[in-house]
Nanobody
Framework: QIQLSESGGGLMQAGDSLRISCLAS????????MAWFRQAPGKEREFVAA????????SYTDSVKGRFTISRENAKDTVYLHMNALKPGDTAAYYC?????????????????WGQGTQVTVSS
């Protein structure tokens, strides 16, 4: 099974930019669709963005469109989430997820491998 490890979270101010990363190991990274989810305290895990295996096809939840960009470097076994114009509502633990296949999904039930998460806190 692919192992995932997120990094790069932190305490930010509204309007800041931040890039978080997810390093994969244990399997061939380029065989996996990758996604970012987030979960705020007391709330359900929420889809943020996903990217297909070659990085061409992406999908975003409406609340981050135009502000966040998902990208991947298959040569480095890494997927990124570039976050611009951060808002306090973006505060959450951000999780990287992987699914073996070609279709990009937004449902967490479609992803079978998860990282431990990295905390992003945005103050006003």
């Amino acid at each position: 099974q692919i192992q995932l490890s997120e990094s790069g979270g932190g305490l930010m101010q509204a309007g800041d930019s931040l890039r978080i990363s997810c390093l994969a190991s244990g399997r061939t990274f380029s065989n996996y669709v990758m996604a970012w989810f987030r979960q705020a305290p007391g709330k359900e895990r929420e889809f943020v963005a996903a990217i297909n295996r070659d990085g061409i096809d992406t999908s975003y939840t409406d609340s981050v469109k135009g502000r966040f960009t998902i990208s991947r470097e298959n040569a480095k076994d890494t997927v990124y989430l570039h976050m611009n114009a951060l808002k306090p509502g973006d505060t959450a633990a951000y999780y990287c997820a992987a699914r073996l296949g070609v279709v990009v999904y937004s449902s967490p039930s479609q992803y079978h491998s998860w990282g431990q998460g990295t905390q992003v806190t945005v103050s006003s």
